[in-house]
Each structure stands twice: as C-alpha cells, then as structure tokens.
C-alpha cells in the first residue's frame, strides 16, 4: 500500500493518491488532472474511485474530467445530490481498492454532505483518515459556509459539526494517521497549523476544538473569530456540484497570444478585466492602463477569487513571458474559466508599441520616513485586522484589502495618503484597484509594515504576539 499527499502550497490543498496492488483512487483532485494520470501510468495501475469529501467551495475539483478519462466513478458522502452521476455512499459504507479498504464515515458539520473516509490497511487495521474540510491540523472545519444550502443558522452546523466529530473521529486509534484536505493560508479555517499530516493523538492534545468540554464551548470558540468567506467561495461549490467545462478545453481557448492592437480591442469588446501578474517591483513602473496587479508569485489564486469575485468574468493576462500557462492554470484551480487570451511578449510589447501607459508612485521606508508627519500624515494599512492589532503605524487606519469594494467609496481623492501591507504584495493589489478607479492621489510603501518598522524612524504601536507570519 502507498499512501501519498500531493500538496499545492499556493492554495494550501492537499489531494491524495493512494495505491494497493494494481488499484488506486484519488480523494479531492486538483482541476488539472494530467499529473493524476502520469502518476497512473508509471504505477501501471488503474484509477478504481474518485473520492470527494464533500463539494469544495475554495476550488474547483477535477473529479468530473478525471472520471471522463480513467472511467472511474466518483463517490460522495450520504446527502449528497450532485448535478451528474455519482455514487452517492451509505454512512458506513466500505470501498475495496486492492487488498485495502475505504470506510465511508458521514460527518456533516462543514457541510451536510462532508465525510471522512477511513482507511483500513490489508491487515484489517485502521490507519488513517482523510478528513476533508472537517478535521483540520489545529482547527475544524468553519461551519458558516452551508447555512443556506441546508436551511440552518452557523450554530446549528457547528453543532452537526461537535456531533460528527466527537462520535465518529475521537473514538478512532490515536496512532490513526490525520491527512486534512486544508492546511495553514486556507480561508478555510482559522487556527490552522503549518504541518500538513499529524496523528489523531497529537491532534488530541493540540487541537483547541477537540479540546472542549461541551457542545455549547465547541459551538461558542469554533464560531468565534470567523472572517466572512471569500465572495468567490459560493461560485466554486456551484461549479463542482453542477458541473464545468474541461480544462483542456479552458486552457486552448485561454492560450491566445494577442498583439498589443488586438488586446486593446478585446478588452473594449469584452469589457474584460486585464489581470496582471507580475512581480509588483516590475509593474509600479508601467503597466497597461486600467490592470489590476495580483502578482504569480505568491497566493495568486486565492487573491483573484478575492478580489474578482465573479467567475463568469472575461479576463486579459498580462504576464512574464512563459508564465502564461501557469496563470491560466491556477485562475482555472479557482473557476475563472473565461481567459480571452493573454497579451503576446509582455508588458514590454505594450510599451514598445507606443500605447499609453501608467506608473504607482513607490517608495521605500527610509524615504517614507522623510516624508513621514506624524502630525497630518494619512497612512492606510490594508493587512488583515489580527496583523494591524498585532502592531502599526500610530494613527494609521486599517482598512483590508479583503473588503476594498466596501471601503474604496470612502476615500478622499483630494486628500494625499500611504499604503502599505507586510511586504508589498497587497498593497500593490489594493494600488493598482485604486489606480483603476481614478484614484490616484497616494503612495505606496516598498516592504510594507517590516521595512517600515526596521528603519526605526516611524512611530508604532505596542507589540501584541503575533499569529502568523503574512506576505
């Protein structure tokens, strides 16, 4: 038996590939299926289940192309009611692949159709769980996605949640091995750890929800602190229960490469967004006017389905030559499915064309800290609110990029400010957001709050302990 974690750091998602003799199955794929089926080949073995713990809402599953090419079935939990055919499992129920066995356990909570499958090794031993979205390394599942779907409030869910968990999990060996379908940079959860496989046992002990002494505290401490999910979260659970087109088919019509003149004309006929994904040190110093920056190096997806929302939306690249593939691959991980084509040598193309362009003012800390009057200096922090608690500049305001559609219509445009996030990945999201929308009267901050704080010139907060460290 072979048991494998096959982990996408920018999406922090963990699938799984499990062989015994010349059979294998495969829980919560990623949307790109070829590197399931490269692995199938090498092992010489063949795809018997495809599992899903329970219909995602960070990503898009590639169970549906995946069972189209192997002819491999895919299985969901009990309640399930996908929108194409599917083996709908008992509570219970047990899978055989190879001299192994998957045990079926229905743990609604996250959601109503959520399971964990056991495995049970050809010993008859159980030695591991594939938890899905309901037991995380460090935290448990937020049980606020599925209120409408199952027409009840959070705290009831949290309770399905306290009831699958305590009934079904706990009572398993602590020598069971845990394998999450989320680890730590997941809006999936809150309190998650940055390993990726523990056991039950250890989870036992650190784990603050497996900690509780009632139903009532489970309820109370899973609800408290939740930040609302990413508005793209819905959008990606229609997708994998209602059914999507191929990658393959996603990726060719993407992969246009588009002149200067020609992108300029689809962006006017499609109203599309232009996306791009550069490095925010190469696009403060020109970028097609009107592109939102979210940079491929780092939580690219995440940020997208964040600050896009709507999946149906057109979309021009403009990306570093040879990273237009990867772009399209990881917008599509997410179910932005309508790339019109990407713009053909780069921004460089652009530029050399004559066609207009713009620039972000940037800075660094030390000449923001010339600049710097604590006295009528605006500074707008745009990191998440545990960071600014955490410490900030005196008097800046925190406003997150999270919520940037809610707070834009505030700003002042006669008024000049800062922007700075940790490093400068964010705030370069929010600058270019705010360029689009005709605002243009501010500075962003090269190496955001930790270049600001090392230069020693700029008055902060007290330092409250820190969470986690952010990009």
Not at 158 to 171: Q, R
Not at 383 to 404: C, F, G, T, V
Request: charged share 25%; proline share 6%; aromatic share 10%.
């Amino acid at each position: 038996m072979k048991v494998e974690q096959i982990y996408t750091g920018c999406l922090a998602q963990g699938a799984y590939y499990i062989v015994s003799g010349n059979e294998a199955a495969i829980i919560d794929p990623l949307r790109e299926v070829q590197p399931y089926l490269d692995r199938l080949e090498k092992d010489h073995v063949q795809l018997k289940y495809i599992f899903e713990t329970h219909f995602h809402a960070d990503f898009v599953s590639g169970h549906l192309d995946l069972s189209k090419k192997t002819g491999a079935p895919v299985v969901y939990g009990p309640t399930a009611q996908p929108a194409f055919e599917a083996i709908i499992a008992e509570d219970g129920e047990i899978f055989q692949i190879g001299t192994v066995q998957i045990k079926v356990l229905h743990t609604p909570g996250h959601t109503m159709e959520s399971s964990t499958f056991l495995l049970i090794d050809e010993d008859g031993r159980e030695t591991a769980i594939f938890s899905g979205d309901t037991l995380f390394l460090g935290d448990v599942g937020r049980p606020d996605l599925a209120q409408k779907a199952a027409g009840m409030t959070q705290e009831e869910l949290a309770g399905l949640l306290y009831d699958s968990i305590y009934s079904k999990i706990l009572p398993l060996p602590d020598d069971i091995t845990v394998y999450p379908a989320h680890g730590a940079g997941s809006a999936c959860g809150k309190k998650m750890q940055k390993e990726t496989i523990d056991t039950l046992g250890n989870q036992k002990k650190t784990n603050y929800a497996l900690n509780q002494p009632n139903r009532e505290t489970f309820i109370k401490e899973v609800l408290d602190g939740l930040a609302p999910p990413p508005k793209y979260f819905g959008m990606n659970v229609a997708l994998n229960k209602g059914g999507y087109d191929s990658f393959e088919e996603v990726k060719s019509n993407a992969l246009t490469a588009l002149s200067p003149n020609q992108f300029e004309e689809t962006a006017e006929h499609t109203e599309a967004l232009i996306l791009d994904t550069r490095p925010a040190a190469e696009f403060y110093q020109g970028f097609v006017p009107n592109s939102v920056n979210i940079g491929l190096k780092g939580d690219f997806a995440p940020w997208a389905g964040a600050m896009i929302v709507d999946v149906r939306q057109p979309i021009l690249l403009v990306c570093e030559p040879g990273t237009e593939e990867e772009a399209v691959t990881r917008l599509a991980r997410v179910g932005f499915d309508h790339v019109e084509g990407y713009l053909e040598g780069g921004y460089d193309s652009w530029k050399t064309s004559g066609k207009e362009v713009d620039t972000v003012r940037r800075i660094s800390p030390d000449q923001f800290a010339e600049e710097f009057n604590p006295e009528n200096t605006t500074v707008i922090d745009v990191r998440k609110p545990s960071e600014y608690q955490a410490e900030h500049i005196e008097n800046a305001e925190n406003k997150p990029l999270d919520y940037i559609s809610e707070w834009i219509g505030t700003i002042n445009a006669d008024q000049p400010f800062y922007l700075h996030c940790a490093g400068g990945y964010r705030s370069m999201i929010a600058a270019s957001i705010l360029h689009a929308r005709g605002i243009r009267n501010f500075t962003e901050i090269e190496g955001g709050f930790n270049g600001i704080r090392n230069t020693g010139k700029i008055p902060v907060s007290n330092f409250v302990c820190p969470t986690k460290t952010f990009k």
